[in-house]
């Protein structure tokens, strides 16, 4: 797993606000199917599911692929924007994702990557001694900037708010913690946020949503 290089100081804002993101409710479950351990998923292990009891249509960890890419390939991130990134699973297991993080593309590949992390608790860069992912203690709140504000976004909130209202009254230097489900229904129920909002008269998938927080952001700071 490779580390990307750090921005460019001339690409970074001079505004020091930060945005961390949380992946809520990520079904990430390993188990040995056949041979080998593997991250299990609807489109592969149908009837492996189905023989444990277990609903096919709820293992959905492309949901997080996409939407690690969603934070991870966006300009805001590339201009050290992010400062942190965390996923906390259906399992109360909480995991820590260094922002200059190259996942794997492909899907096989990060499912590899997850049940190797999931195995080991942690993934090393290849190209230098930082660890890149690693499981650590919950709460997750523990881990937030002090003063941060928490919003969480879901389609079933009280009020639909305009991102770029909403982004309009981020403070300079604060910190903003953007939490975001990751999972195939439902909503996020957490009782850490200060409020919950939706961002659309539609229903939106969860990189919908993070590329939306992403791309208002930037233009906020003028990120191009």
Not at 22 to 39: D, M, P, T
Not at 108 to 129: D, E, H, W, Y
Not at 179 to 187: D, N, Q, S
Not at 207 to 220: M, P, Q, V, Y
Request: proline share 6%; charged share 20%.
């Amino acid at each position: 797993c490779l580390m990307e290089p750090p921005p460019r100081t001339s690409e970074i804002v001079t505004d020091s606000s930060a945005i961390v993101f949380v992946l809520e409710n990520a079904l990430l479950e390993v188990a040995k199917v056949g041979k080998g351990y593997q991250l299990l998923n609807s489109d592969e292990h149908a009837n492996f599911l189905r023989r444990h009891k277990k609903d096919p249509a709820l293992y959905r960890p492309d949901i997080l692929h996409q939407s690690l890419l969603s934070i991870l390939d966006s300009p805001l991130n590339k201009a050290g924007k992010l400062k942190a990134l965390y996923v906390s699973t259906t399992k109360n297991v909480l995991v820590y994702i260094n922002p200059q993080i190259r996942i794997p593309r492909t899907f096989r590949r990060f499912c590899g990557l997850m049940v190797q992390l999931l195995q080991k608790l942690s993934i090393r860069a290849t190209n230098g001694p930082d660890k890149l992912m690693k499981v650590v203690k919950q709460p997750v709140t523990k881990h937030f900037p002090v003063g941060s504000v928490r919003v969480g976004f879901s389609f079933s909130a009280p009020e639909i708010v305009p991102l770029t209202n909403f982004v309009k009254d981020i403070q300079k230097d604060s910190c903003t913690v953007f939490v975001v489900g990751a999972m195939a229904h439902g909503k996020v129920e957490v009782d850490y946020v200060d409020k919950m909002i939706s961002i659309s008269e539609f229903p939106l998938s969860a990189a919908c949503c993070i590329s939306r927080i992403c791309h208002t952001l930037e233009n906020k700071w003028n990120i191009v």
